[in-house]
C-alpha cells in the first residue's frame, strides 16, 4: 500500500507556551523560554540553565490510582495528546471503538530511577518505593500511560533514539501509516525537566555556561556559541492516513510525505557530516521532491560547536547553490532532546500555517563552518509549503523528516 | 509517641498520599475500600506507614490490617 499520512492534530507543552496559540504568538516574537535554575547550581552542576516549564495538575482528570504511575514527562504528554486529539475531532468513543496507536519519543527515566532507588536505598526495603515506580521508571512510560489512559488498542512502542528519538517516532507512524498496517496513530516525543536528567549531560561539559544572560545562551549556528541548553516538554501529533481522515471528517493540517535516517557509525558524541547528509538525501529521495522545493529547514542545531558546524555542512551539501532559509527554534527553546524531533515539527507547522519563519534567537554572525548556509537571524514574513526537520543525537542517529502544508 | 498522635499522624499522610478526606477514615472502616486500594496501591499503603513511621509491615501481616484501628494497633505495637 502507499498511503499518504497527514497530520490532523497537534499538541504542545513547552517551555514556550501550554497551547498552540500561545507557542505560534512566542515563536514570532522570538520569546526565550530560558531561565537559571539556583537548584542545579547548589547541586554542582557546571551550568545552572535550563528552560523552565510548568508542572500540570492533573489532579481533576487523573484518579490517583493511574496519576501515581505518571513521571513528569507523562504528565506533558497527556497534556499535548490531550489538545492534539481535540484538534484532531478524536473522542474517547472514537478511540473505544477504533484502532489506533501510539509511538513516542523518549529516551529518559531519571528522576523516577533516582528516586525509587534512594528509597530502596534509605529503607532497605523495596515495596518502600512504592507501586508507581516501576512504571515511572520504564522508558515506555510515556506510552504505557497513555496507551492505558486512552485505551489504545493499536501500536504500543516508545522509541528511543536519544535526540532523534521525537523524530524517529513520526518516521515510524508515517510508514506504519504509508504501508496501510495502522489507520491512526498518536505520535510525538517527551522529555523530562529535572536536574537528575541532566546531570550527567553537564558533567560532560555540553552546556553553555552564559548564566549571566540566560536568554541569550542558546545560540544556534552563532560564532560566540559555547554549548546547549537543556529544555523538554511534550509534543504530540496526530498521524493518519488521508482516507482515515477525509473519512471521518477531518481537515488534514499537513502531509508527512518523507522520512531518511542513517548512522554516523563513528564517535560517541561528536557528530560528522557525512551521516546527517546521507540522512538528508534519503529524506529527499524518500518524498521525491527536489531541493528547491523546501521553503525553510527547521535545523537540529543545539548551540553546539561541532555539531552546527557540521549539520551546516550537510545541509550546504545537500542544498548546493541554493540558500534555503534556515533556522533552529532551539535558541528559543533549549534543547527539547527526547522531544525535541515532534515539537520542532509542531513549531514548523506554526510557522508555515501561518506565514512566517521564525527568527533564529540569538544568532549573530557566523563561524567559518556555519557561513555556509542561510541562517534567517530575524523572524521575516515568509510563505512556504514545504519544509524539512532534522533530529540527530548521541551515537550517530539521525532522522529528518519532510512534510508540506495541505490544502485540500 | 501516644496512640492519639498515631493516628493523628496515618489519617494526615494517607489523606495526602490516597486524596480522601480524614474524616472518612473511621477506626471500623475498612482500609481497603475507604482509600479503594487495589493490589498494586496497597504496596503504597506499606511504603507510606514505613516512611513516616519506620515500621515495615510485611506481606504477611497484611491479612491482618484490614480496619484503621487495626492499622494503629500494628504501628502502635511495632514502633520503636
Known amino acids: 500500500m502507499n498511503n499518504r499520512v497527514v497530520i490532523t492534530g497537534m499538541g504542545i507543552w513547552s517551555c514556550l507556551g501550554y497551547d498552540l496559540d500561545t507557542v505560534r504568538d512566542a515563536l514570532y516574537n522570538g520569546k526565550s523560554g530560558i531561565v537559571f535554575d539556583q537548584a542545579r547550581k547548589d547541586m554542582g552542576f557546571r551550568s545552572a540553565l535550563t528552560s523552565y516549564v510548568e508542572k500540570p495538575d492533573l489532579k481533576k482528570l487523573i484518579p490517583r490510582n493511574q496519576r501515581q504511575f505518571m513521571p513528569e514527562e507523562a504528565q506533558y504528554a497527556y497534556c499535548s495528546t490531550r489538545q492534539a486529539l481535540e484538534q484532531a475531532g478524536i473522542t474517547q468513543e472514537f478511540l473505544d471503538q477504533h484502532e489506533v496507536g501510539i509511538l513516542f519519543g523518549n529516551d529518559s527515566v531519571a528522576q523516577a530511577t533516582y528516586k525509587a532507588v534512594s528509597k530502596i536505598y534509605e529503607y532497605k526495603d523495596t515495596a518502600a518505593c512504592g507501586s508507581g515506580s516501576i512504571f515511572q521508571s520504564m522508558n515506555s512510560t510515556v506510552t504505557m500511560n497513555l496507551a492505558t489512559l486512552f485505551h489504545l488498542r493499536g501500536i504500543n512502542l516508545t522509541t528511543s533514539g536519544a535526540c532523534a528519538s521525537g523524530s524517529h517516532a513520526m518516521g515510524l507512524a508515517y510508514l506504519l501509516i504509508k504501508d496501510g498496517l495502522q489507520d491512526c496513530i498518536i505520535a510525538g516525543g517527551a522529555q523530562e525537566v529535572n536536574p537528575e536528567s541532566v546531570g550527567s549531560f553537564d558533567g560532560i561539559q555540553a552546556f553553555s555556561t552564559r548564566e549571566d544572560e540566560p536568554t541569550k545562551a542558546s545560540r544556534p549556528f552563532d560564532k560566540n556559541r559555547d554549548g546547549l541548553v537543556p529544555g523538554g516538554g511534550a509534543a504530540t501529533l496526530i498521524v493518519e492516513s488521508l482516507e482515515h481522515a477525509l473519512a471521518r471528517g477531518a481537515q488534514p493540517l499537513a502531509e508527512i510525505i518523507g522520512w531518511g535516517f542513517s548512522g554516523n557509525g563513528d564517535h560517541i558524541s561528536t557528530p560528522n557530516v557525512a551521516g546527517p547528509q546521507r540522512s538528508l538525501e534519503l529524506a529527499l529521495k524518500s518524498a521525491g521532491v527536489d531541493v528547491h522545493e523546501i521553503g525553510y529547514v527547521n535545523a537540529h542545531a543545539t548551540s553546539t560547536h561541532a555539531g552546527d558546524g557540521r549539520e551546516a555542512m550537510a545541509i550546504a551539501n545537500v542544498f548546493g547553490d541554493y540558500k534555503v532559509p534556515v533556522t533552529s527554534t532551539k535558541g528559543q527553546t533549549g534543547h527539547e532532546m527526547w522531544m525535541a524531533g515532534a515539537s520542532e515539527v509542531v513549531y514548523s507547522i506554526l510557522m508555515m500555517k501561518n506565514n512566517f519563519i521564525a527568527g533564529s534567537l540569538n544568532f549573530e554572525e557566523p563561524d567559518e563552518e556555519t557561513a555556509c548556509i542561510n541562517v534567517i537571524a530575524k523572524t521575516q514574513e515568509a510563505h512556504f509549503d514545504m519544509f524539512l526537520s532534522n533530529s540527530f543525537g548521541f551515537g550517530g542517529t539521525n532522522s529528518t523528516l519532510i512534510i508540506k502544508d495541505y490544502k485540500g | ?80
Open chain 2, 1 to 80: 509517641m501516644t496512640r492519639e498522635e498515631i493516628i493523628e499522624q496515618v489519617k494526615e499522610v494517607l489523606a495526602e498520599e490516597f486524596e480522601v478526606e480524614q474524616d472518612v477514615m473511621t477506626d471500623d472502616a475498612t482500609i481497603k475500600d475507604t482509600l479503594e486500594l487495589d493490589s498494586l496501591s496497597l504496596v503504597d499503603l506499606v511504603a507510606v506507614v514505613e516512611h513516616t513511621f519506620k515500621v515495615k509491615i510485611p506481606a504477611a501481616d497484611l491479612p491482618n490490617v484490614k480496619t484503621f484501628a487495626q492499622l494503629y494497633d500494628y504501628i502502635e505495637s511495632h514502633l520503636h
